[in-house]
Nanobody, 121 residues
Framework: QVQLVESGGGLVQPGGSLRLSCAAS????????MGWYRQDPGNERELVAT???????NYADSVKGRFTISRDNNKNTVYLQMNSLKPEDTAVYYC???????????????WGQGTQVTVSS
């Protein structure tokens, strides 16, 4: 009923940049928030950045000043601009959205399939 499709991952050298995109589609009535989480082997999934439908943002301390989250509400799309990438940013990045389906009484969380980001020389 809902799809979150990510794009933009890949291999980049330390200090480089990548831009991730995630588009939500389906029987969506409303999206209250979207964002990005990441997970590398052996660790739990962690928050990277989120943004709400009124424009407030939240970032993990480890990415503040380097990553910027933005959102196009008309396109149900969220972006993550990642600059000054470090090897420790290597992970699978997952798109997340809290949304309400048409005909549903409540918001719930949905996840994308993940996109690999590798920072290595």
């Amino acid at each position: 009923q809902v799809q979150l499709v990510e794009s933009g991952g890949g291999l980049v050298q330390p200090g480089g940049s990548l831009r991730l995109s995630c588009a939500a589609s389906g029987r969506i009535f409303s999206i209250s928030a979207m964002g990005w989480y990441r997970q590398d082997p052996g660790n739990e999934r962690e928050l990277v950045a989120t943004t709400t439908n009124v424009g407030s943002t939240n970032y993990a301390d480890s990415v503040k000043g380097r990553f910027t989250i933005s959102r196009d509400n008309n396109k149900n799309t969220v972006y993550l601009q990642m600059n000054s990438l470090k090897p420790e940013d290597t992970a699978v990045y997952y798109c997340w959205a809290r949304l309400m389906l048409s005909g549903s009484p409540a918001y719930r969380a949905y996840w994308g399939q993940g996109t690999q980001v590798t920072v290595s020389s």
